[in-house]
C-alpha cells in the first residue's frame, strides 16, 4: 500500500466519508480501495449489498449498518472507536454518503467532539449526471427526492417554479413518469429538461427535450420505468413577461421626451421582455416621424 497522507499524519481515529461507485465497478479509486482496506470498520447503508463490494475486492471487514433509521443509536459506539483510534469508513449504497444518504447526524457528532473527518471523493449521481445533460451548471440546486404524495410534490414544485438556477432531484423509477407529467403540468410544457437513468451501467440512458417531450419518451420507452434516475430542469428565465395592455409605442414616446433613444430601447427591453434592438428601431423610427 502506498502512504496516504491522511492516515500517515493522523494520531488518532479518522471517520473517512467514501463514495463508491453507483454502477460501475471500475470509477472506485484506488485510494478508495487502499482506504477500504485500512479501516478498521465500515459503516455501511446495507451491509449486504456494500458486502459484495467488499467481497468482489477481496475484503474481509467488520462492518455495521447504519442508516436513517438506526443512525442515532449507533453514532455513540462509532464515535468511542474513532476516540480510541480506529479509523472507520461511512460508505452508503452507491455514489457519496449523505447526499440524500445517511451520515450528517455522524458526521456533524464527530466534527462537534473534535474528531477528524476526511473525504475520499469519487462518485456522485448528481455530479455526473448534470456534467453531461447540456443543462448550465455555473449554479444549480438540489432538492434531493421529491416528495412521494401527489399533492405535495405539486407544491414543492409550485414552489421551485421560479428558481433561475438549474434543478437536480432524485426520483424512484416507480415516481418517475409522474414527476416528469407534474414538471410539465407545473413549470410548462416546454420548461427543458433531461433525464438520467441507469448512470455509468450497460443500460445508461438521458431524455432530453422539453418536460413534454421527456414525458413522450418514458411513453414509449418500455425500460422508462426501470433504474434509478436523476432529474434535471433547466431554471426559470429572468426575462420579465410584457406588462399586459401596456401600449408600447406610448411609453417610448413619453421616454423619448426626456431620454435617448438607446436608454430608452434599454429600459423598455427591462420592462417588456422584447428585444433590445427591436425596441431601438421602434423609438428610432417614433423618434424621427415627431
Same mark, same amino acid.
Given at each position: 500500500m502506498t502512504a496516504d497522507p491522511i492516515y500517515a499524519a493522523s494520531k488518532q481515529g479518522v471517520l473517512y466519508i467514501l463514495a463508491t461507485p453507483i454502477g460501475n465497478l471500475g470509477d472506485l479509486s484506488p485510494r478508495a480501495v487502499e482506504t477500504l482496506g485500512r479501516v478498521d470498520l465500515v459503516a455501511a447503508e446495507d451491509t449486504r449489498h456494500s458486502g459484495r463490494l467488499l467481497q468482489h475486492l477481496g475484503l474481509q471487514k467488520s462492518m455495521i449498518s447504519l442508516h436513517d433509521y438506526n443512525e442515532r443509536e449507533r453514532i455513540? %459506539?462509532?464515535?468511542?472507536?474513532? +476516540?480510541?483510534?480506529a479509523h472507520v469508513a461511512l460508505i452508503s449504497d452507491a455514489g457519496t454518503p449523505l447526499i440524500s444518504d445517511p451520515g450528517y447526524v455522524l458526521v456533524r457528532e464527530a466534527r462537534e467532539r473534535g474528531l477528524r473527518v476526511s473525504p475520499i471523493p469519487g462518485p456522485c449521481a448528481l455530479v455526473a449526471a448534470l456534467s453531461a445533460a447540456g443543462l448550465p451548471t455555473d449554479c444549480f440546486r438540489f432538492e434531493g427526492f421529491l416528495p412521494s404524495k401527489r399533492g405535495a410534490?405539486?407544491?414543492?414544485? =409550485?414552489?421551485? +417554479?421560479?428558481?433561475?438556477?438549474?434543478?437536480?432531484?432524485?426520483? %424512484?423509477?416507480?415516481? #418517475?413518469? @409522474? *414527476? $416528469?407529467?407534474?414538471?410539465?403540468? #407545473?413549470?410548462? $410544457?416546454?420548461?427543458?429538461?433531461?433525464?438520467?437513468?441507469?448512470? *455509468? &451501467?450497460?443500460?445508461?440512458?438521458?431524455?432530453?427535450?422539453? +418536460?413534454?417531450?421527456?414525458? =413522450?419518451?418514458? &411513453? =414509449?420507452?418500455?425500460?422508462? +420505468?426501470?433504474? @434509478?434516475?436523476? #432529474?434535471?430542469?433547466?431554471? $426559470? %428565465?429572468? &426575462?420579465? =413577461?410584457? @406588462?399586459?395592455?401596456?401600449? #408600447?409605442?406610448?411609453?417610448?414616446?413619453?421616454?423619448?421626451?426626456?431620454?435617448?433613444?438607446? *436608454?430608452? $430601447? &434599454?429600459?423598455?427591453?427591462?420592462? *417588456?421582455?422584447? %428585444?433590445?434592438?427591436e425596441l431601438y428601431q421602434r423609438a428610432l423610427t417614433l423618434k424621427n416621424d415627431s
Open positions: 455513540d %459506539s462509532v464515535l468511542e472507536r474513532l +476516540a480510541n483510534g410534490r405539486k407544491a414543492a414544485l =409550485e414552489a421551485l +417554479a421560479r428558481e433561475t438556477a438549474t434543478l437536480v432531484f432524485y426520483e %424512484s423509477p416507480h415516481r #418517475v413518469r @409522474e *414527476t $416528469a407529467a407534474a414538471l410539465a403540468d #407545473v413549470m410548462g $410544457a416546454d420548461r427543458p429538461v433531461v433525464l438520467a437513468r441507469e448512470l *455509468t &451501467k450497460a443500460f445508461e440512458t438521458f431524455y432530453t427535450g422539453t +418536460a413534454f417531450d421527456v414525458c =413522450e419518451q418514458l &411513453k =414509449e420507452d418500455p425500460y422508462g +420505468a426501470r433504474g @434509478e434516475f436523476v #432529474v434535471m430542469v433547466q431554471g $426559470a %428565465s429572468l &426575462k420579465p =413577461e410584457a @406588462e399586459p395592455g401596456l401600449d #408600447v409605442d406610448k411609453f417610448l414616446r413619453l421616454m423619448l421626451a426626456e431620454l435617448p433613444v438607446k *436608454t430608452v $430601447a &434599454k429600459l423598455g427591453a427591462e420592462l *417588456t421582455g422584447r %428585444s433590445r434592438n
